[in-house]
DNA sequence: TGTTTGATTGAGATAAATTTCTAATAAGGA
DNA sequence: TCCTTATTAGAAATTTATCTCAATCAAACA
């Protein structure tokens, strides 16, 4: 959360820490993540799907595997938007954090930021004594376009 | 989110208006979540264990159903704690809107409340003319048990 | 640098959660 | 009361995520 930038190294770091290993899955996985534009966030399909892309051959078991490890650390940020799946972005501290507003219907997301928040967040994780990895507002809504329609979504 | 509580009256004027029907189903689900205890949730599959204890033998695909449908509709909110699968409850005003603060090793889950965010939440729904659901904090965090241990968690 | 240890991977099997399909039923408007 | 069509039950199918296990290879250390 308090981490700006992970470098191979920082992350290779922060593994061997924990006896855990650097794989070259993982830095690749982390340098997606890195180069997806402000605002992308990933599944594990679309995930593994840009993989192959760059003719990188990982399994869908190790990019399952990679995204739950990177999230734990609080290098990831999981979604829960209303796709129903999770997405991953890069778990990016202030004044990058930003939260989701998020149209029950079409599922359109839209991002904003809010420090309080953010305040309320670390303040309360840190008076029960827990260690913050991600604190993120869903507001969940229903957009102008899709009031309109009275049709029952997806 | 701003109504207080639904009578099965107030559910079927809300149904109807939508073209949609008011059922024995529905009812019941309904009665089951405003009878819940504060600070429980359930999931699918407790729904429905509850309803055959009370000899009510609703359908698993009409527990989805209707879950779903509650929740589209504000009356319910869904809750993406880390169980690996969603849970619900009534969706409360002020002053008994909560947030959850969760443990990603042992999925321990603690509420908290706080006015400041439900009115970050209504502000920016209201700025984009969205039609607010619901809105909810996540805070993603280890708790102080969890990290003393070094285990890699579930 | 070579060796050892055990964390990690790939591939498929498996599990869990959720949705879809279809015929039968029943809610609500006319 | 009749008619239209939303809704249901039950099963099957789909989606999402995890597990198993032999093979591999990263990291520690001799």
Redesign the interface.
Known sequence: MMETLYSPQNLKAELNA??WRLTPQREIILKIFQDLPQGNHLSAEDLHAQLLDLDQDISLSTVYRTLKLL??MGIL??L?LAEGHKHYEINQPYPHHHHH?V???CNKT?E?K?T??LN??SK??QE?????????????????EC?RS?L??R
Chains 1, 2 share one sequence.
């Open positions: 924990k006896g999230a734990r940020r999981q829960e507003l149209c029950v219907k839209t904003f809010s309080s928040i309320v967040g309360q994780a029960y004594g827990y260690k913050l990895l991600d604190c993120q507002l869903t507001i969940h809504a229903i957009c102008p009031q009275l029952p979504g």
